[in-house]
């Protein structure tokens, strides 16, 4: 039924039921079509797709919520079986008394009286924002249904509770006491306003909780909640922001967003709800380079996290945050933690704002004086904070991060370290993250608390099944702030004439030189990781092939697909990752249910390397129906983009700040006459190695930079710097644009790789080797090239850049293209190449050439 405990069985690979009915097609027996039909795909004209099929499967997700199979106990692990046998047992103790001590999920649908299966509301995909009308909901269907929602409802309130009290008792506020006494009121009250939500009003200011909202966002919160609940909505909590944010010097797993998804999807789980966490952060850059154009790159949003205070202070670029997160995409997402500027203002009052204890001052109430005294201090809290005397204490046990668990089914290509890099003093540790994520699940919980309890009164007060849709519904919500921002802002000029106020947002100050950007939901291709949806918006997908069928690709892939093994303890490098038996273990308690565990084979054969191949033939099934899955869900998305444009060219989504400024001359209409040269795409463009393989999305499903060089396999972080190295050998390198609709382009251009050569053009001594129309079908290269980053003025005194668009080319000398070479913040330079608000829209072909006789193989990088 609808609200089922999803997680483990056949789907969990790390255990052998799992492992057999991958090899043998079990888990995945349904054809190509099928599977990609279970990626749910919107078909507003102006949502942006950020579920993939990896997401859907969810691998990682079925072996780590698993209540009736250790993680630690999976077979993958290189130890001996006793051990496996001696893990599994333990937690199965552990289940049963987290379920005796603490409850469990006890939901099931006894209520439908009906023949056949429950009535199901189907329309949900090709409705907008899936907000159908509820009285067209079909009689039978679970929301229409009295008793099941109350079932419902009473189930879901006690989840949260749990869920909650957990994290009370892992940070040591439990209700219940040492001394089996329960808190006072008085102490209860107080807790729970000091690690609870602070609602702002005019008269009442006060921040004393983990996180504050004013009424309007909070409502907001609420009714997405509640709309992902009725309509089994995906949901969505991104972060962008910098190094501290993106988790470095731990493990990707280790990191706030992370620890917060790994808490909390299986909460949404039970509610129907699958979530979807992102951390989208950038060590040393920040959010401006994927917030320029945000919807695309942080895909759909409904908690929108910002943490780049360190490398972002200007007002502009959390400007760019927030405006392109409201605008970017289908949904307006609550924002957490930016900096305002003006948007309350741009609103009307409207938007969802809020902020949290960023820090988890809060939480972290209890001192580690030495090491005797931690034993006890809860396990949460040990290590968190110490006296000013004694912070070797902290940073002696700030990291738990692990490069490698021995497994039997992979051996590592490389040597593997013995922790994570990049542990700057600046960077916390996981003990840290947790604490972050923690507030965050608090903020969720909250709200969850607040929207079942107006889901419950409203239908006891309106007497109605479903809940009214003037609770739930979301489209109306998000137009109204999406065109209030607009209208407001379309109401000011871009340009600002002498001795006039400058009344211009923060953003279009920043970006001055091309100030639609802030007004305009902006699109992206890229290669810089993560990305939401990263087979259809890298610009692999849509480099033009040259005459012999070469593009730049990524040649290398990971050495492993599927799961990543939890990580074991490790004393001898100071690693202790798992939470001590003894602990209160509050993910325990959220995958806990009555549910009986299914009637698997979980034998394995008594030899060796037959285990062996049955891991490794797991994988590689797996791994060739995703493929498959892959490229039919492609052909579907491509067939809803192409109807999505014409809805857009019908109701077009353009703001009026094309009538408020004067086109620059375009060059579309300038250049050498047409026939003058072929554009030809040529053979010594390549991509630089600073990327990563795998599957990049920046969730938990992700399975990235797990290639043969990285010597830190485990380490799963998303935050890759991919680009196509050019040089004057290498000829054009051509992009086709399927969909220009505001005559807006602009090209970030890595000019810091001018001397650091192109492994490619190696030897060459002519552009493309003297072979640009050759047809001889392409194979292979060595992509192998070192990367040292220099300044911008190593380029050559004759240097041109040629542009092409639509066979049209305009050419830069060396000023006129360093003219742009000035970073706009750290590693962002942008070349402004189409602006001209009067352009009709449409596919457009543009493309980049090198030329200089001095230096033929100075180098910059396309991203």
Same mark, same amino acid.
């Given at each position: 039924?609808?609200?089922?405990?999803?997680?483990?069985?056949?789907?969990?690979?790390?255990?052998?039921?799992?492992?057999?009915?991958?090899?043998?097609?079990?888990?995945?027996?349904?054809?190509?079509?099928?599977? /990609?039909?279970?990626?749910?795909?919107?078909?507003?004209?102006?949502?942006?797709?950020?579920?993939?099929?990896?997401?859907?499967?969810?691998?990682?997700?079925? @072996?780590?919520?698993?209540?009736?199979? *250790?993680?630690? *106990?999976?077979?993958?692990?290189?130890?001996?079986?006793?051990?496996?046998?001696?893990?599994?047992?333990?937690?199965?103790?552990?289940? /049963?008394?987290?379920?005796?001590?603490?409850?469990?999920?006890?939901?099931?649908?006894?209520?439908?009286?009906?023949?056949?299966?429950?009535?199901?509301?189907?329309?949900?995909?090709?409705?907008?924002?899936?907000?159908?009308?509820?009285?067209?909901?079909?009689?039978?269907?679970?929301?229409?249904?009295?008793?099941?929602?109350?079932?419902?409802?009473?189930?879901?309130?006690?989840?949260?509770?749990?869920?909650?009290?957990?994290?009370?008792?892992? @940070?040591?506020?439990?209700?219940?006491?040492?001394?089996?006494?329960?808190?006072?009121?008085?102490?209860?009250?107080?807790?729970?306003?000091?690690?609870?939500?602070?609602?702002?009003?005019?008269?009442?200011?006060?921040?004393?909780?983990?996180?504050?909202?004013?009424?309007? $966002?909070?409502?907001?919160?609420?009714?997405?909640?509640?709309?992902?609940?009725?309509?089994?909505?995906? &949901?969505?909590?991104?972060?962008?922001?910098?190094?501290?944010?993106?988790?470095?010097?731990?493990?990707?797993?280790?990191?706030? !967003?992370?620890?917060?998804?790994?808490?909390?999807?299986?909460?949404?789980?039970?509610?129907?709800?699958?979530?979807?966490?992102?951390? *989208?952060?950038?060590?040393?850059?920040?959010?401006?380079?994927?917030?320029?154009?945000?919807?695309?790159?942080?895909?759909?949003?409904?908690?929108?996290?910002?943490?780049?205070?360190?490398?972002?202070?200007?007002?502009?670029?959390?400007?760019?945050?927030?405006?392109?997160?409201?605008?970017?995409?289908?949904?307006?997402?609550?924002?957490?933690?930016?900096?305002? #500027?003006?948007?309350?203002?741009?609103?009307?009052?409207?938007?969802?704002?809020?902020?949290?204890?960023?820090?988890?001052?809060?939480?972290?109430?209890?001192?580690?004086?030495?090491?005797?005294?931690?034993?006890?201090?809860?396990?949460?809290?040990?290590?968190?904070?110490?006296?000013?005397?004694?912070?070797?204490?902290?940073?002696?046990?700030? @990291?738990?991060? =692990?490069?490698?668990?021995?497994?039997?089914?992979?051996?590592?290509?490389?040597?593997?370290?013995?922790?994570?890099?990049?542990?700057?003093?600046?960077?916390?540790?996981?003990?840290?993250?947790?604490?972050?994520?923690?507030?965050?699940?608090?903020?969720?919980?909250?709200?969850?608390?607040?929207?079942?309890?107006?889901?419950?009164?409203?239908?006891?007060?309106?007497?109605?099944?479903?809940?009214?849709?003037?609770?739930?519904?979301?489209?109306?919500?998000?137009?109204?702030?999406?065109?209030?921002?607009?209208?407001?802002?379309?109401?000011?000029?871009?340009?600002?004439?002498?001795?006039?106020?400058?009344?211009?947002?923060?953003?279009?100050?920043?970006?001055?030189?091309?100030?639609?950007?802030?007004?305009?939901?902006?699109? !992206?291709?890229?290669?810089?990781?993560?990305?939401?949806?990263?087979?259809?918006?890298?610009?692999?997908?849509?480099?033009?092939?040259?005459?012999?069928?070469?593009?730049?690709?990524?040649?290398?892939?990971?050495?492993?697909?599927?799961?990543?093994?939890?990580?074991?303890?490790?004393?001898?490098?100071?690693?202790?990752?798992?939470?001590?038996?003894?602990?209160?273990?509050?993910?325990?308690?959220?995958?806990?249910?009555?549910?009986?565990?299914?009637?698997?084979?979980?034998?394995?054969?008594?030899?060796?390397?037959?285990?062996?191949?049955?891991?490794?033939?797991?994988?590689?099934?797996?791994?060739?129906?995703?493929?498959?899955?892959?490229? =039919?869900?492609?052909?579907?998305?491509?067939?809803?983009?192409?109807?999505?444009?014409?809805?857009? #060219?019908?109701?077009?989504?353009?703001?009026? *700040?094309?009538?408020?400024?004067?086109?620059?001359?375009?060059?579309?209409?300038?250049?050498?006459?047409?026939?003058?040269?072929?554009?030809?795409?040529?053979?010594?463009?390549?991509?630089?190695?600073?990327?990563?393989?795998?599957?990049?999305?920046? $969730? @938990?499903?992700?399975?990235? !930079?797990?290639?043969?060089?990285?010597?830190?396999?485990?380490?799963?972080?998303?935050?890759?710097?991919?680009? &196509?190295?050019?040089?004057?050998?290498?000829?054009?390198?051509? &992009?086709?644009?399927?969909?220009?609709?505001?005559?807006?382009? =602009? =090209?970030?251009?890595?000019?810091?790789?001018?001397?650091?050569?192109?492994?490619?053009?190696?030897?060459?001594?002519?552009?493309?080797?003297?072979?640009?129309?050759?047809?001889?079908?392409? &194979?292979?290269?060595?992509?192998?090239?070192?990367?040292?980053?220099?300044?911008?003025?190593?380029?050559?005194?004759?240097?041109?850049?040629?542009?092409?668009?639509?066979?049209?080319?305009?050419?830069?000398?060396?000023?006129?293209?360093?003219?742009?070479?000035?970073?706009?913040?750290?590693?962002?330079?942008?070349?402004?190449?189409?602006?001209?608000?009067?352009?009709?829209?449409?596919?457009?072909?543009?493309?980049?050439?090198?030329?200089?006789?001095?230096?033929?193989?100075?180098?910059?990088?396309?991203?």
């Amino acid at each position: 039924h609808a609200h089922d405990a999803a997680f483990g069985g056949i789907y969990n690979l790390g255990h052998p039921a799992g492992a057999k009915a991958a090899a043998s097609g079990q888990i995945l027996d349904m054809d190509d079509d099928t599977l /990609a039909d279970l990626v749910p795909i919107s078909h507003n004209a102006h949502a942006v797709q950020s579920i993939s099929v990896e997401n859907v499967l969810n691998l990682q997700g079925h @072996y780590v919520h698993d209540e009736h199979r *250790s993680p630690y *106990s999976s077979p993958l692990y290189d130890r001996p079986q006793a051990e496996l046998d001696a893990e599994q047992e333990q937690f199965v103790a552990k289940m /049963a008394k987290i379920r005796e001590e603490w409850g469990a999920w006890n939901f099931t649908d006894a209520f439908w009286k009906g023949k056949g299966p429950r009535p199901t509301v189907t329309e949900f995909t090709h409705t907008p924002y899936r907000d159908v009308p509820s009285e067209t909901f079909p009689p039978g269907s679970w929301q229409t249904d009295k008793e099941y929602q109350e079932h419902f409802i009473g189930e879901a309130r006690a989840l949260v509770d749990r869920v909650r009290e957990g994290i009370y008792a892992e @940070y040591g506020k439990p209700t219940k006491k040492a001394d089996g006494t329960d808190l006072s009121d008085e102490e209860r009250k107080a807790r729970d306003e000091l690690w609870g939500v602070d609602l702002l009003t005019e008269g009442n200011a006060e921040k004393k909780g983990i996180a504050q909202l004013n009424e309007v $966002s909070w409502n907001g919160l609420l009714r997405k909640l509640l709309h992902a609940i009725l309509t089994h909505d995906d &949901f969505y909590v991104v972060l962008g922001g910098h190094s501290s944010a993106a988790g470095h010097g731990n493990n990707f797993r280790q990191t706030k !967003a992370m620890q917060f998804h790994h808490l909390m999807e299986p909460v949404f789980d039970k509610l129907g709800v699958r979530l979807i966490t992102r951390n *989208s952060a950038q060590g040393g850059v920040g959010t401006t380079h994927s917030a320029f154009a945000g919807g695309v790159i942080y895909g759909e949003k409904d908690i929108f996290l910002w943490d780049s205070s360190m490398t972002e202070r200007d007002a502009g670029a959390s400007d760019t945050f927030q405006k392109q997160g409201i605008i970017g995409g289908e949904r307006v997402p609550v924002i957490f933690d930016c900096p305002r #500027q003006d948007i309350e203002v741009e609103t009307d009052g409207k938007v969802w704002l809020g902020t949290t204890d960023m820090n988890a001052d809060k939480l972290d109430h209890i001192e580690t004086t030495d090491e005797k005294q931690a034993e006890i201090v809860p396990w949460a809290l040990r290590w968190s904070k110490c006296p000013a005397d004694r912070k070797d204490l902290c940073q002696a046990h700030k @990291y738990n991060s =692990v490069c490698w668990t021995d497994r039997k089914d992979v051996t590592p290509p490389s040597k593997q370290t013995d922790f994570v890099g990049g542990r700057a003093g600046w960077h916390p540790g996981d003990i840290a993250h947790k604490r972050m994520a923690r507030v965050w699940c608090l903020l969720v919980l909250n709200a969850l608390d607040a929207a079942l309890d107006l889901w419950k009164a409203k239908i006891g007060e309106e007497g109605g099944f479903p809940l009214a849709d003037e609770h739930w519904h979301v489209g109306e919500a998000y137009q109204d702030i999406q065109n209030t921002l607009r209208k407001n802002m379309d109401a000011k000029p871009l340009t600002v004439k002498e001795g006039e106020e400058d009344m211009r947002a923060a953003c279009e100050k920043k970006w001055d030189q091309y100030p639609r950007v802030c007004r305009i939901p902006m699109k !992206a291709y890229g290669e810089w990781q993560p990305r939401a949806h990263p087979d259809s918006n890298s610009l692999r997908s849509i480099i033009k092939a040259a005459p012999n069928g070469y593009k730049p690709i990524i040649e290398e892939s990971n050495v492993y697909d599927g799961v990543d093994i939890a990580f074991l303890d490790n004393p001898e490098k100071g690693a202790f990752p798992r939470i001590p038996d003894d602990a209160v273990d509050v993910h325990m308690i959220a995958i806990a249910t009555h549910k009986p565990a299914a009637d698997l084979d979980h034998s394995l054969p008594n030899d060796e390397n037959e285990r062996r191949r049955l891991a490794e033939s797991s994988r590689l099934v797996m791994g060739k129906k995703l493929q498959r899955a892959r490229q =039919v869900f492609k052909a579907k998305l491509n067939k809803v983009e192409r109807d999505r444009r014409k809805i857009a #060219q019908r109701r077009s989504l353009r703001s009026l *700040s094309s009538l408020n400024i004067t086109a620059t001359t375009s060059a579309l209409h300038r250049g050498l006459d047409e026939g003058d040269e072929k554009i030809i795409p040529g053979q010594g463009w390549m991509m630089a190695s600073n990327y990563h393989t795998g599957f990049c999305d920046g $969730s @938990y499903m992700s399975t990235c !930079a797990r290639d043969p060089g990285n010597n830190c396999l485990a380490i799963g972080h998303n935050d890759g710097r991919g680009c &196509f190295n050019g040089d004057p050998m290498a000829g054009w390198i051509v &992009f086709t644009l399927p969909d220009v609709q505001e005559g807006i382009i =602009v =090209v970030r251009i890595e000019c810091w790789h001018a001397n650091q050569g192109n492994a490619k053009t190696k030897g060459w001594t002519s552009i493309n080797d003297g072979k640009t129309e050759d047809t001889t079908p392409y &194979f292979t290269y060595d992509s192998n090239s070192t990367r040292s980053r220099s300044l911008a003025d190593n380029v050559p005194d004759d240097f041109l850049f040629d542009i092409a668009i639509n066979g049209k080319i305009k050419t830069l000398n060396k000023d006129e293209f360093m003219a742009n070479a000035g970073e706009l913040v750290k590693n962002f330079a942008l070349w402004p190449i189409l602006d001209d608000p009067s352009f009709g829209g449409g596919e457009v072909e543009i493309g980049f050439r090198l030329r200089s006789q001095k230096d033929p193989h100075t180098t910059i990088g396309v991203s």
